[in-house]
Antibody
Framework: EVQVVESGGGLVKPGESLRLSCVVS????????MNWVRQAPGKGLEWVSF????????HYADSVKGRATISRDNAKNSLFLEMKSLRVEDTAIYYC??????????????WGPGTLVTVSS | DIQMTQSPSSLSASVGDRVTITCRAS??????LAWYQQRPGKPPKLVIY???TLQSGVPSRFSGSGFGTDFTLTINSLQPEDAATFYC?????????FGPGTRVDIK
């Protein structure tokens, strides 16, 4: 059974840093790209970042570029998102999602329950 | 960057109705589009990928169509458990932008 579990959320002050983690099981982690997606309270989904299966390719949304670093440890089935210079508008539930590909199609097929990050003074 | 829009932003329909949601990309994204259903307090759930392929385990009353810039998600015979917000997402290239969502309520 595929499992995806995020952790590391909490209450932080503006300007501070935070490291989110995502541990997966039930599939061959190093065969899949992974994404972070966030959702501000009462708002829609916002794609944040992607990392390829090997970690050699990464992409970021403009809203976090320069402040976020995505990484992975394939030996530990773990994905990370380091966020610095946090802003009030970074307050959101952060989801970790597996990116699958099938016959040239791409999609996020397994999601964790999310971890809440609150940025407030 | 390519922008994604959805219409309507919300709708209310009765059980048994046919519901259609539209997603539009500002540029051609071929068929690199997925649809997700999100119920309150839950993570999104994949419904359709490749614009028209039904994800395993999703009821056959859901269907997707479209190519290029215009896409639709159709729910035939709406059921009470279909009440949720539906999002489209592009996958042609980063950024993998989501549409703003369509909330579906049951009358």
């Amino acid at each position: 059974e595929v499992q995806v579990v995020e952790s590391g959320g909490g209450l932080v002050k503006p300007g501070e840093s935070l490291r989110l983690s995502c541990v997966v099981s039930g599939f061959i982690f190093n065969a899949y790209g992974m994404n972070w997606v966030r959702q501000a309270p009462g708002k829609g989904l916002e794609w944040v970042s992607f990392i390829s299966s090997s970690g050699s390719s990464v992409h970021y949304a403009d809203s976090v570029k320069g402040r976020a670093t995505i990484s992975r440890d394939n030996a530990k089935n773990s994905l990370f998102l380091e966020m610095k210079s946090l802003r009030v508008e970074d307050t959101a539930i952060y989801y970790c999602a597996r990116e699958a590909t099938l016959y040239g199609d791409y999609f996020e097929d397994f999601w964790g329950p999310g971890t809440l990050v609150t940025v407030s003074s | 960057d390519i922008q994604m829009t959805q219409s309507p932003s919300s709708l209310s329909a009765s059980v048994g109705d046919r519901v259609t949601i539209t997603c539009r990309a500002s540029q051609d994204i071929s068929n690199f589009l997925a649809w997700y259903q999100q119920r309150p307090g839950k993570p999104p759930k994949l419904v359709i990928y490749g614009a028209s392929t039904l994800q395993s385990g999703v009821p056959s009353r859901f269907s997707g169509s479209g190519f290029g810039t215009d896409f639709t998600l159709t729910i035939n015979s709406l059921q009470p458990e279909d009440a949720a917000t539906f999002y489209c997402q592009k996958f042609d290239s980063a950024p993998f932008t989501f549409g703003p969502g369509t909330r579906v309520d049951i009358k």
